[in-house]
C-alpha cells in the first residue's frame, strides 16, 4: 500500500535522550513522593494543575555558608499560603524544614537555593474538580543563584518600569507566593527592549508594585519606603524592616507613585536570591549620582552579616 494513502504520515519517531546527561540540570537533590532523588530525576506529570494551570504554591529559602537564612519565616509563609488555596501537605513545619535540610545535606551544598512547593497535583481521573486532585509536595536544593550578578551588585542594576500592570490582588493573591507570572515575564521582555536588565510593574492604580522574583525600595531624605499593598510580603522585605529598625532607621510601607522612584537618593531591590541589590538606573535616568548609596550599602553589610547570626539563621548539618 502506498503510504501516501493512509491519511495521516507517522514521522519515525527521533528519539532524543534527554534523561543522561546530567550536565544539563543544575546539581542538587531534591524530594517528591517520599524520597531524595538527583535534580535529573525529578519530573512530575503534566497532568499536574501546578503545570497546567499554575495552581501551585511555593517558597524558597537560601543557605548561606551552610547556614538556612530565616527558615522559620519562609516555612510559615509557604504554609499559609497552602491554606489559603485549601491545600494540604502532608508534612508539619518541623518536618518540612527536616527534608529540606536532608536536601541541603545530601547535595553537600554550602550555598544553595532550596526551594519547596505544594501543587494542587491531579486526580486519576483527570477529573476537572479541584477537590478531587491529590497535592503534590515537592522540595530541592539547587546552587545558589541571585537576580543581580556579580557586576550588578558592584554598579547597581538597570531597571525599566513597565508598561504592563501587574494582576489585581482580587484575581491573584499576591501574599502567596505563586508562578503566575505572564505578567511579571511580559514586563521583563519589555525592559530588555528598553535596554534595561530588569522590570518593576504598577499596579492597577498606577503605584509601584514589584518585579520579577523581588520587592523594591526606595529611600528619600533619610526616609526607606517600600510599596505597601499588593505585593509578596518578601521575607527579605521583612529584613529590612528588622535591620532598618537595628540601625535606627525610618522605614514605612506606602504607596509610591513612579515618579518618585526616579527622584530618589537609593533605590534598592530585595529577594531571597540576592538579598538587598543595588539599582542606579530607572527608564532613562540615574538615580541621584548612579553610584550605590550609604543607605544601601550599610543595609546590605549587616544583611549578610546576621547570615552566620544563630539569632537569624540554622545550621545544615552535613553528614
Ligand atoms: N516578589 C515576588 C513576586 C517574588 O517572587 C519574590 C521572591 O521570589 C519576592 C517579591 C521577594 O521575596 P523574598 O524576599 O521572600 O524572596
Partial sequence: MNSTNSGIHATSPVLVDRHHDDRRYPQGVA????????MSEAKISVLDWGFLHSDATYDTVHVWNGRFFRLEKHLDRFLRGTKRLRMEVPYCSDQIAAILANCVALSGLRAAYVEMICTRGSSPTFSRDPR????????????????????????GLHVAISETVRIPPQSVDPQIKNYHWLDLVKGLFEAFDMGAETA????????????????????????????????????????????????????????IGREALGDADEVFITST?????????????????????????????????????PAWSTAVVYR
Fill in 200 to 255: 518593576v510593574v504598577l499596579d492597577t492604580n498606577g503605584f509601584v508594585a514589584e518585579g520579577p522574583g523581588f520587592n523594591i525600595f526606595l529611600v528619600k531624605d533619610g526616609e526607606i519606603a517600600t510599596p505597601a499593598f499588593g505585593v509578596l510580603p518578601g521575607i527579605t522585605r521583612q529584613t529590612v524592616f528588622d535591620l532598618s529598625e537595628e540601625l535606627g532607621l525610618s522605614a514605612v510601607a506606602r504607596n
Fill in 132 to 155: 478531587q486532585a491529590q497535592n503534590r509536595f515537592v522540595a530541592f536544593a539547587v546552587p545558589y543563584g541571585a537576580v543581580a550578578s556579580d557586576e550588578q551588585l558592584r554598579r
Fill in 31 to 38: 524530594f517528591m513522593d517520599g524520597q531524595y532523588l538527583p
Fill in 273 to 309: 536570591a540576592g538579598g538587598i541589590m543595588p539599582v542606579t538606573r530607572i527608564d532613562d535616568g540615574l538615580i541621584a549620582d548612579g553610584t550605590v548609596g550609604p543607605v544601601t550599602r550599610r543595609l546590605t553589610d549587616l544583611y549578610w552579616a546576621k547570615h552566620q547570626d
